[in-house]
């Protein structure tokens, strides 16, 4: 374990516990969400000011959680290229599993026009397709997004570590991604993300959130960030990346990892 994995540790342990039943309450399903991107260093240092202030989801004895997801698209990348073009309304099909706990949800993602960001989901088997379908997701995606499982393959997959913190109020959540890595299905591409880490606060509208003013002190900005299409740049060069092209370079002056930039062929 590295000095900063240690830090990010023992700073986490710190914090008082709260458990998925205590976080019953604070689903967020409509919501709003603010990214920022940092590091390691930058997160120890956060973890350090949130004492007393925040709890630490624990499952089973853990506060770090692993998770595997799938996205969906259209062969033609209708949902990346509805975010790379800034379209509102604009959705995301995934397959999400936590891995700790071996469950499975099916979830379509929209971001309406006043910036909120509604998901709804249902429990699957597997990330195999022909769990998901035998569950009831085509009639799912349908009604939702008016795809089906007919029309969209799986693109990328991601892997990642998330740490839940929910402030001692209950009226948010800031879950906290580090050790991406993403698997590419259409190209066999794998990229991984250095010392990345993407903080994401949700709450309900625009309550008073205390983790601003402590980003704020150690300069973390807000920064936009999306797996999917992040994970789908860098390890697709055939899509189109412009907006996506200068946030790699943007993140990885932040990190020092040398992200991949891939030109369009």
């Known amino acids: ?15 008082s516990p709260i458990s998925l039943d205590e976080m019953s309450g604070i689903k967020l399903m409509n919501r709003t969400d603010t990214k920022f991107v940092t590091n390691k260093h930058k997160l120890a240092e956060v973890l350090e000011l949130v004492q007393g202030k925040y709890f630490a989801q624990q499952i089973q004895g853990e506060r770090v959680a692993n998770y595997r997801t799938t996205y969906w698209d259209t062969p033609e990348h209708r949902f990346f290229v509805e975010h790379h073009n800034g379209q509102q309304p604009r959705q995301k099909i995934r397959v999400r599993t936590y891995v700790d706990s071996d469950t499975t949800f099916l979830e379509v993602k929209t971001k309406n026009n006043h910036g909120r960001t509604k998901k709804k989901r249902i429990t699957v088997p597997s990330q195999e397709k022909a769990d ?4 009831g997701g085509t009639s799912f995606i349908q009604g939702l997004t008016g795809e089906t499982f007919d029309g969209i393959i799986p693109t990328v997959q991601n892997q990642f570590q998330r740490i839940t913190l929910v402030n001692y109020g209950k009226t948010e959540r800031l879950t906290i991604d580090f050790n991406v890595k993403f698997h590419n299905y259409e190209t066999a591409q794998d990229a991984q993300t ?5 903080i994401e ?3 309900d509208g625009n309550v008073y959130s205390p983790i601003l003013d402590m ?4 300069r973390i900005k807000p920064h936009g960030f999306s797996k999917y299409c992040i994970g789908s740049a860098m390890t697709n060069g055939k899509l189109k990346n412009n907006i996506f092209k200068f946030k790699m370079i943007t993140i990885s002056k932040l990190t020092g990892h040398p992200f991949r930039v891939p030109s369009i062929s």
């Open 1 to 15: 374990m590295s000095e900063v994995d240690y830090q990010i540790r023992h700073w986490l342990e710190q914090l």
């Open 132 to 135: 998901v379908v035998a569950a």
């Open 201 to 203: 606060l949700k709450r």
């Open 215 to 218: 980003l704020r002190q150690v």
């Open 194 to 198: 250095g010392d990345l880490v993407i």
